[in-house]
T-cell receptor, first 114, second 113 residues
Framework: GNSVTQMEGPVTLSEEAFLTINCTYT??????LFWYVQYPGEGLQLLLK?????DKGSNKGFEATYRKETTSFHLEKGSVQVSDSAVYFC?????????????FGQGTELSVKP | DTGVSQDPRHKITKRGQNVTFRCDPI?????LYWYRQTLGQGPEFLTY????????KSRLLSDRFSAERPKGSFSTLEIQRTEQGDSAMYLC???????????FGPGTRLLVL
Protein backbone atom coordinates (compact mmCIF):
# COMPACT_ATOMS: atom_id res chain seq x y z
CA GLY A 1 0.00 0.00 0.00
CA ASN A 2 0.86 3.67 0.03
CA SER A 3 2.33 5.28 3.13
CA VAL A 4 4.53 8.15 4.28
CA THR A 5 6.83 8.18 7.29
CA GLN A 6 8.30 11.36 8.74
CA MET A 7 10.80 11.93 11.49
CA GLU A 8 9.13 12.58 14.78
CA GLY A 9 9.06 16.00 16.34
CA PRO A 10 9.14 18.37 17.88
CA VAL A 11 12.29 19.73 16.33
CA THR A 12 13.73 22.76 18.10
CA LEU A 13 16.38 24.88 16.39
CA SER A 14 18.02 28.23 16.89
CA GLU A 15 17.54 30.90 14.26
CA GLU A 16 19.88 30.50 11.26
CA ALA A 17 20.43 26.80 11.96
CA PHE A 18 20.29 24.18 9.19
CA LEU A 19 17.06 22.19 8.95
CA THR A 20 16.47 18.65 7.75
CA ILE A 21 13.16 16.85 8.15
CA ASN A 22 13.31 13.29 6.90
CA CYS A 23 10.52 11.77 4.85
CA THR A 24 10.36 8.32 3.28
CA TYR A 25 7.52 6.76 1.37
CA THR A 26 6.12 3.48 0.14
CA UNK A 27 4.06 3.58 -3.01
CA UNK A 28 2.81 1.60 -5.95
CA UNK A 29 3.66 3.28 -9.21
CA UNK A 30 5.27 6.71 -9.39
CA UNK A 31 3.60 9.18 -7.06
CA UNK A 32 4.03 12.93 -6.91
CA LEU A 33 5.53 14.12 -3.61
CA PHE A 34 4.65 17.19 -1.59
CA TRP A 35 5.54 19.16 1.48
CA TYR A 36 2.69 21.07 3.10
CA VAL A 37 3.07 23.48 6.01
CA GLN A 38 0.54 24.37 8.68
CA TYR A 39 1.21 27.57 10.59
CA PRO A 40 -0.48 28.01 13.98
CA GLY A 41 -4.19 28.65 13.54
CA GLU A 42 -4.06 28.36 9.76
CA GLY A 43 -4.88 25.78 7.10
CA LEU A 44 -2.50 23.57 5.16
CA GLN A 45 -0.43 25.38 2.55
CA LEU A 46 1.56 23.79 -0.22
CA LEU A 47 5.24 24.47 0.36
CA LEU A 48 6.79 22.59 -2.56
CA LYS A 49 6.33 19.57 -4.78
CA UNK A 50 8.13 17.21 -7.15
CA UNK A 51 6.41 15.08 -9.74
CA UNK A 52 9.13 12.69 -10.90
CA UNK A 53 12.39 11.12 -9.80
CA UNK A 54 15.35 13.49 -9.37
CA ASP A 55 13.09 16.56 -9.50
CA LYS A 56 13.91 19.20 -6.91
CA GLY A 57 11.09 21.25 -5.46
CA SER A 58 11.95 24.58 -3.88
CA ASN A 59 10.15 27.51 -2.29
CA LYS A 60 10.95 30.17 0.34
CA GLY A 61 14.45 28.75 0.83
CA PHE A 62 13.17 25.21 1.40
CA GLU A 63 14.23 22.38 -0.92
CA ALA A 64 13.46 18.69 -1.33
CA THR A 65 14.66 16.21 -3.96
CA TYR A 66 12.62 13.23 -5.13
CA ARG A 67 14.93 10.24 -4.60
CA LYS A 68 13.44 7.12 -6.12
CA GLU A 69 16.36 4.87 -5.18
CA THR A 70 15.98 5.65 -1.48
CA THR A 71 12.22 6.41 -1.65
CA SER A 72 12.86 9.66 0.16
CA PHE A 73 11.86 13.33 -0.06
CA HIS A 74 13.74 15.06 2.76
CA LEU A 75 13.01 18.72 3.44
CA GLU A 76 15.98 21.07 3.93
CA LYS A 77 16.58 24.73 4.59
CA GLY A 78 19.96 26.31 5.04
CA SER A 79 19.02 28.97 7.58
CA VAL A 80 15.72 28.83 9.45
CA GLN A 81 13.86 31.82 10.82
CA VAL A 82 11.49 32.18 13.75
CA SER A 83 8.71 32.62 11.21
CA ASP A 84 9.33 29.06 9.94
CA SER A 85 7.89 27.66 13.17
CA ALA A 86 5.03 25.43 12.04
CA VAL A 87 4.05 21.81 11.46
CA TYR A 88 5.40 20.29 8.25
CA PHE A 89 3.67 17.42 6.46
CA CYS A 90 5.15 15.20 3.79
CA UNK A 91 2.61 13.68 1.42
CA UNK A 92 2.30 11.62 -1.72
CA UNK A 93 -0.40 11.69 -4.34
CA UNK A 94 -1.74 8.31 -5.33
CA UNK A 95 -1.60 7.45 -9.02
CA UNK A 96 -4.34 7.99 -11.55
CA UNK A 97 -6.15 4.71 -10.91
CA UNK A 98 -6.27 5.42 -7.18
CA UNK A 99 -7.94 8.80 -7.39
CA UNK A 100 -5.05 11.13 -6.79
CA UNK A 101 -5.80 11.49 -3.11
CA UNK A 102 -3.07 12.61 -0.74
CA UNK A 103 -1.48 10.28 1.78
CA PHE A 104 0.15 12.26 4.59
CA GLY A 105 2.84 11.58 7.13
CA GLN A 106 2.09 12.31 10.76
CA GLY A 107 3.67 15.77 10.64
CA THR A 108 6.80 17.23 12.21
CA GLU A 109 6.51 20.25 14.46
CA LEU A 110 9.34 22.77 14.06
CA SER A 111 10.05 25.40 16.67
CA VAL A 112 12.68 28.04 15.89
CA LYS A 113 14.02 30.08 18.79
CA PRO A 114 15.56 33.55 18.41
CA ASP B 1 -9.49 34.01 -6.32
CA THR B 2 -10.72 33.71 -2.75
CA GLY B 3 -9.35 30.24 -2.06
CA VAL B 4 -11.18 27.32 -0.52
CA SER B 5 -13.61 28.33 2.20
CA GLN B 6 -15.26 26.22 4.87
CA ASP B 7 -18.14 26.90 7.18
CA PRO B 8 -18.41 26.84 10.13
CA ARG B 9 -14.86 27.14 11.39
CA HIS B 10 -15.78 25.66 14.75
CA LYS B 11 -18.65 23.46 15.87
CA ILE B 12 -19.43 22.13 19.33
CA THR B 13 -22.21 19.59 19.55
CA LYS B 14 -23.57 17.00 21.91
CA ARG B 15 -23.22 13.31 21.26
CA GLY B 16 -26.06 12.00 19.14
CA GLN B 17 -26.72 15.25 17.30
CA ASN B 18 -26.34 15.70 13.56
CA VAL B 19 -23.92 18.22 12.08
CA THR B 20 -23.33 19.50 8.57
CA PHE B 21 -20.26 21.24 7.20
CA ARG B 22 -19.93 23.17 3.98
CA CYS B 23 -16.99 23.58 1.62
CA ASP B 24 -16.75 26.07 -1.23
CA PRO B 25 -13.91 25.15 -3.56
CA ILE B 26 -11.91 27.44 -5.79
CA UNK B 27 -14.10 28.24 -8.75
CA UNK B 28 -13.55 26.00 -11.78
CA UNK B 29 -11.88 23.33 -9.67
CA UNK B 30 -13.66 20.12 -10.58
CA UNK B 31 -12.03 17.92 -7.95
CA LEU B 32 -13.05 18.25 -4.30
CA TYR B 33 -11.60 16.19 -1.45
CA TRP B 34 -12.54 15.76 2.21
CA TYR B 35 -9.96 14.80 4.82
CA ARG B 36 -10.05 14.39 8.58
CA GLN B 37 -7.21 15.38 10.89
CA THR B 38 -6.98 14.38 14.54
CA LEU B 39 -4.62 15.97 17.02
CA GLY B 40 -0.98 15.23 16.32
CA GLN B 41 -1.71 13.31 13.12
CA GLY B 42 -1.63 14.03 9.43
CA PRO B 43 -4.85 14.41 7.48
CA GLU B 44 -6.58 11.20 6.40
CA PHE B 45 -8.59 10.89 3.21
CA LEU B 46 -12.36 10.53 3.54
CA THR B 47 -13.87 10.98 0.09
CA TYR B 48 -13.60 12.86 -3.17
CA UNK B 49 -15.74 14.20 -6.00
CA UNK B 50 -15.13 14.75 -9.67
CA UNK B 51 -17.68 17.43 -10.45
CA UNK B 52 -20.89 16.14 -8.85
CA UNK B 53 -19.90 12.47 -8.85
CA UNK B 54 -18.59 10.94 -5.64
CA UNK B 55 -15.89 8.58 -6.90
CA UNK B 56 -14.38 7.10 -3.77
CA LYS B 57 -15.14 6.75 -0.08
CA SER B 58 -12.62 5.69 2.53
CA ARG B 59 -13.39 2.91 4.96
CA LEU B 60 -13.12 5.69 7.57
CA LEU B 61 -16.41 7.02 6.24
CA SER B 62 -18.95 5.03 8.20
CA ASP B 63 -22.61 4.95 7.22
CA ARG B 64 -23.19 7.86 9.61
CA PHE B 65 -21.25 10.08 7.22
CA SER B 66 -22.61 11.36 3.95
CA ALA B 67 -21.19 13.83 1.49
CA GLU B 68 -22.75 15.57 -1.47
CA ARG B 69 -21.70 17.97 -4.16
CA PRO B 70 -24.84 19.03 -5.99
CA LYS B 71 -24.21 20.77 -9.29
CA GLY B 72 -20.49 20.19 -8.91
CA SER B 73 -19.87 23.37 -6.92
CA PHE B 74 -19.95 23.49 -3.12
CA SER B 75 -19.96 20.31 -1.06
CA THR B 76 -21.51 19.32 2.25
CA LEU B 77 -20.37 16.70 4.72
CA GLU B 78 -22.98 15.49 7.19
CA ILE B 79 -22.35 13.41 10.26
CA GLN B 80 -25.41 11.79 11.83
CA ARG B 81 -25.62 10.67 15.45
CA THR B 82 -22.24 12.13 16.29
CA GLU B 83 -19.89 10.27 18.61
CA GLN B 84 -17.01 11.59 20.68
CA GLY B 85 -14.61 9.84 18.31
CA ASP B 86 -15.80 12.13 15.53
CA SER B 87 -14.07 15.07 17.21
CA ALA B 88 -11.46 16.23 14.70
CA MET B 89 -10.59 18.88 12.15
CA TYR B 90 -12.42 18.32 8.86
CA LEU B 91 -10.50 19.64 5.89
CA CYS B 92 -11.66 20.30 2.37
CA UNK B 93 -9.35 20.64 -0.64
CA UNK B 94 -9.93 21.33 -4.30
CA UNK B 95 -7.90 20.93 -7.47
CA UNK B 96 -8.24 21.54 -11.17
CA UNK B 97 -8.15 17.83 -11.83
CA UNK B 98 -6.37 14.55 -11.42
CA UNK B 99 -2.73 15.07 -10.51
CA UNK B 100 -3.08 18.79 -9.96
CA UNK B 101 -2.13 20.53 -6.72
CA UNK B 102 -4.73 20.36 -3.98
CA UNK B 103 -5.49 23.62 -2.19
CA PHE B 104 -6.86 23.35 1.32
CA GLY B 105 -9.44 25.32 3.20
CA PRO B 106 -8.98 26.43 6.82
CA GLY B 107 -10.92 23.45 8.14
CA THR B 108 -13.90 22.96 10.46
CA ARG B 109 -12.97 21.94 13.97
CA LEU B 110 -15.62 19.66 15.49
CA LEU B 111 -15.90 18.91 19.18
CA VAL B 112 -18.42 16.33 20.29
CA LEU B 113 -19.24 16.47 23.99
Amino acid sequence: GNSVTQMEGPVTLSEEAFLTINCTYTATGYPSLFWYVQYPGEGLQLLLKATKADDKGSNKGFEATYRKETTSFHLEKGSVQVSDSAVYFCALSTPYNQGGKLIFGQGTELSVKP
Amino acid sequence: DTGVSQDPRHKITKRGQNVTFRCDPISEHNRLYWYRQTLGQGPEFLTYFQNEAQLEKSRLLSDRFSAERPKGSFSTLEIQRTEQGDSAMYLCASSLGQGETQYFGPGTRLLVL
